[in-house]
Structures are given as C-alpha cells and as structure tokens.
C-alpha cells in the first residue's frame, strides 16, 4: 500500500483536512529528484530501538564523512543528520556501567552510532558483540565498554560519543538528550511514586506523569542548535514514557522544538506496549506526549494502517498488546496531518520499514522546501 499524504503546502492552521485526500504532485514525485544542494537538515529524536531502526533508514540519504554531497551516496537528500537520544536506562550493561563507573548509559546511543556507521563490516559488528563470559565481562557489550573507557580517558560523556561515532564513522552526529545524571520518576494510577527506569517498566500500573530527578538539567548546546537550524526533525518511534517523553523532559528541548519552524513529524509506533501504552490509540500517544512537552509539538503524523499477521497478533496479545488504532479524525481535530500506508516490516518482530518511513519523511521535507522558496 502506498502512503496516502496529504497537501503540506497548506498553512498550519488549515491542516484539518482528510489525510486520504489525493497527494499533492510535491510529495508523488519521485524523492530521488535532484537535491538542493545543501540538502536537508534533519533531527531525529527518540530512543531504544525505535531510533536506531529509523537512522538506518536516513543513512542511506547522508553523505559518508568528508564526502562531498554530490559524490557519494544516492541521492545525497540529507545534508545533516542529528540525533537526540534519551540516557535514562538503568538495566542491563548500560546500569551495570552507570553504577560502577558513573557514567551515562551508553546503550541507546552505542545502537545508533552502530545504525549510523559507514558499514556493517568488522568495527561495528565487534561495538554489537556482548560478552557471553568472563565473569564481570558476562553480559556488557563491547561497544558500551568501549565508550566507558573514552569517557574516563577524556573525563567527557559527550566528547567521548564523538570519538566513538568518529571510530565506526557515522553518517551523522550523536547527542544525548543531556549529560546530567538523571534518574526517571513516575506518577502511577494508583498514587504511587516509582524510581528508575526499568522499575517503572516492570510497574504493573499505569503512568499519570513521568518526571527526572533532578528537575532541571539542561541539554548539550549542540542539540538546541540542531533543532534550530533543522529542515526536519522527527519524533519516535520508541517507548512511549521511557524513549520519547523523557527527551521532552530536559528543559529547552520542548521549547525548541515549539519554537522551531521545521517541519515536525511523529512517527507513531506499530504497537501498544505493556506498561507504557496498552490500549491507547495513536491520538492518544500525542496527547500524552504534548502534556509533558506543555505545547503542541508536531504537524504531520506517520501512522501504519497495513494489517499484521495473524502470527504476530497472537504473540503480542500473550503480552497484551495490539496494533494501535490510527484514530485519523482525532489527530487532524488537533491540527496535525495524517500520513498513512503500509510502515510496518514482519519478521520475528514487527519493525518499522526504515526505508520507506525515510521516503516519506524526506517527501514531506522536500515539498515543504518547496513551498518555502
């Protein structure tokens, strides 16, 4: 199914019309046209591995480093690619480094310095490998032991992500949402109080409110500049509270992204997620999302109406999740353009289609370039 999109030449407040209306010649067109010659700007916002499958999908559309724009990839449509990652994990390797050598978890941006690199070959194959032994060694991965080391060599977090992406050489850069220790608290349903990421996702209750500890911490000056200067910039897809939101709660984020004339999108994820969205549709994500951003934050939404499997909607009912229900009437009733079609691969689980979500955003970013000059 090809993704029906509707007229992003419409002024902002006009954007209520039906998305299935037919798309306009700017968006039909094919994305591989010739480029601007500086390309698009793009920020890509998120965690997990929502995140990182989407970066693969830019990739291909970003020049390699020290490539002119015209001589490598094809089409080169993404001049700069700029990605705002969440550093609230507290599980696994990344917990384990965090408590032993406090630092920030490296894990989510370890996934898409790998997403980001120049191949697949040796180098990022060995920053995937996780140590099946060893003893202490059992479990981490090479990759986030390797950023561990930089940060105490250069006494950095965010210095030593750049080393680190300038190893695997990234079609792109990497930031964390901030370089503060922070710890996630949320609000349940039932008035409870739970710290800690991976405690607020074995909660059996719903989140009201998610917060951090402490309250204010600023971003990486990169980030703010990022978003201001982006063409683009792109929300999801990723754990509700625990990838998205927690972004959002780093102060200058929201108010960059409300502030920013690009154009916004939320790529809105295929399934609910137990203890984090169960049951909520797609309208529903962006509510949520926009009480803690505190301002209307997105003008296109990317929703996949393409069935799943039989197979795949037994397996993920065992969890009680479903497909989430694109709830298009709703969206639009907020101001915010619906873009639908089949965004959905199947394999042992149900991704995104990095490739074509990528053809869409950049149609998107394209036409409204468009419309600008």
Do not use: W
């Not at 094809?74 to 990344?94: F, H, K, N, R, W």
């Not at 970013?365 to 000059?373: C, D, E, P």
């Amino acid at each position: 199914m090809t993704a029906a999109v509707a007229n992003p030449l419409a002024p902002k407040a006009a954007r209520t019309a039906s998305s299935s209306a037919s798309p306009t010649a700017s968006l039909t067109e094919d994305p591989t046209r010739e480029p601007s010659p500086t390309g698009l700007r793009l920020v890509a916002i998120g965690g997990g591995t929502g995140l990182s499958t989407i970066l693969r999908g830019y990739r291909h559309f970003v020049a390699s480093p020290g490539v002119s724009l015209t001589q490598d990839c094809d089409p080169c449509l993404i001049s700069d690619l700029a990605a705002v990652v969440t550093v609230t994990d507290d599980g696994g390797s990344s917990g384990r480094l965090r408590k032993d050598f406090n630092i920030l978890p490296p894990g989510d941006l370890r996934n898409c310095m790998v997403a980001l690199s120049e191949d697949e070959g040796l180098i990022s194959r060995l920053f995937r490998h996780r140590f099946q032994a060893g003893g202490e060694l059992e479990g981490h991965s090479f990759g986030n032991l390797f950023v561990a080391a930089l940060t105490e060599m250069t006494g950095d977090f965010a210095q030593a992500i750049k080393l680190s992406s300038q190893v695997l050489a990234t079609r792109g850069h990497i930031y964390p949402a901030t370089t503060t220790d922070v710890t996630l608290v949320a609000l349940m349903d039932d008035g409870s109080i739970v710290r800690g990421e991976t405690s607020i996702s074995a909660t059996k209750q719903r989140i009201v409110q998610l917060m951090i500890e402490p309250e204010k911490v600023d971003p990486l000056l990169e980030t703010l500049e990022a978003i201001h200067r982006a063409d683009v910039i792109t929300i999801g897809p990723g754990s509700l509270y625990t990838s998205l939101i927690t972004n959002l709660l780093v102060q200058g984020i929201p108010e960059a992204l409300a502030a920013s004339k690009a154009v916004r999108i939320y790529i809105c994820n295929l399934m609910t997620q137990a203890n984090e969205s169960l049951d909520l549709t797609a309208s529903q994500h962006i509510e949520r999302i926009y009480e803690h951003a505190r301002a209307p934050i997105f003008d296109y939404a990317i929703l996949n109406t393409a069935p799943v499997s039989e197979e795949l909607k037994e397996r993920y009912a065992s969890e009680g999740a479903i497909a989430i229900e694109p709830d298009i009437e709703k969206i639009e009733a907020m101001g915010i353009r619906c873009i639908t079609g089949n965004f959905a691969a199947e394999g042992g689980v149900l991704r995104h289609a990095a490739d074509r979500v990528a053809d869409t955003v950049l149609r998107i970013g394209n036409a409204a370039r468009a419309a600008a000059l």
